[in-house]
């Protein structure tokens, strides 16, 4: 195997990130603490509207010439009610700690995209300074010199947005004018992203992500003048893996 095969093989190895990896096992174990607490939520809310309907039933009943004690004079009642806003609170922290980390899972997914991109430039070229390709117009520039045209690479629309969504979360949690103009199934009459519209994009993005670092390798390969043989040699699909998806 050629060195620059084993430089190409290296980069995709990278491109799934240990970090990368333990972000995914953060939002199932996050995915675990919501479904335990939807559960509390819902079981004491039953209990909550079971009691005022009784309470209601057995009022029509008595007509109004006998006293019913109202649910609220019930312990189990308040006890229920104390537990049911403990639940929306712990519900309310648990979405934005999502939030938070669906921000951190995306922006680091496109960073491991611009890394890999430079890293295919230093292949093409160990001079450049990487000082000048900091830009994403740059870098697309840069490759052009080398025959190869980021924007035609398989999947590249669907890591154009992961780019956009990853500038403007950097900024706020409300979705820019540009995230809204390349209409987004996931994010489609949103204003605001949500843990849930920011996950299922995520997982949408794997395999584009994958497909597009691959394709962007195998043509590294061609500029460098590996031959197609020694490229399909190293089954770069194996290299670059996508995780399950998040259960949200």
């Known amino acids: ?3 620059n095969i084993k430089k190409l093989k290296f980069i995709l190895e990278k491109a799934n990130s240990k970090f990368d990896r333990a ?11 919501l479904k335990e607490n939807n559960e509390w939520k819902t079981s004491t809310q039953t209990i909550i509207d079971d009691m005022e309907r009784d309470y209601h039933l057995e009022c029509e009943f008595r007509e109004g010439d006998h006293y019913v004690e109202p649910p609220v004079t019930s312990m189990d009642y308040v006890g229920a009610v104390s537990e049911n806003n403990s639940a929306r609170f712990f519900g309310q922290t648990l979405d934005e700690e999502l939030i938070a980390i669906n921000e951190v899972q995306i922006i680091y997914s496109f960073k491991q995209i611009e890394i ?26 840069e490759f052009k ?25 950097k900024h706020s949690y409300e979705i820019s004018e540009n995230v809204k103009k390349l209409h987004i199934p996931q994010f489609s009459g949103q204003d605001y992203f949500t843990h849930s519209s920011l996950t ?4 949408y993005s794997l395999i584009p992500r994958a497909s597009f670092i691959i394709d962007i390798a195998l043509s590294v390969g061609a500029a460098l003048n590996i031959s197609d043989a020694e490229l399909g040699s190293f089954n770069p699909q194996s290299l670059v893996h996508t995780r399950e998806s998040s259960p949200f």
């Open 145 to 169: 010199k080398h025959g190869i045209t980021l924007g035609t690479a398989q999947d590249y629309p669907a890591v154009n947005d992961l780019r956009e969504v990853n500038n403007a979360l």
């Open 116 to 141: 890999s991109l430079k890293q295919f430039l230093l292949l093409l070229d160990p001079s450049l300074d990487l000082k000048i390709v900091q830009r994403w117009d740059y870098l697309k520039k």
């Open 23 to 33: 972000i995914a096992e953060l939002t199932a174990e996050y995915a675990e603490k």
């Open 1 to 3: 195997m050629s060195t």
């Open 200 to 203: 299922k994009f995520y997982n």
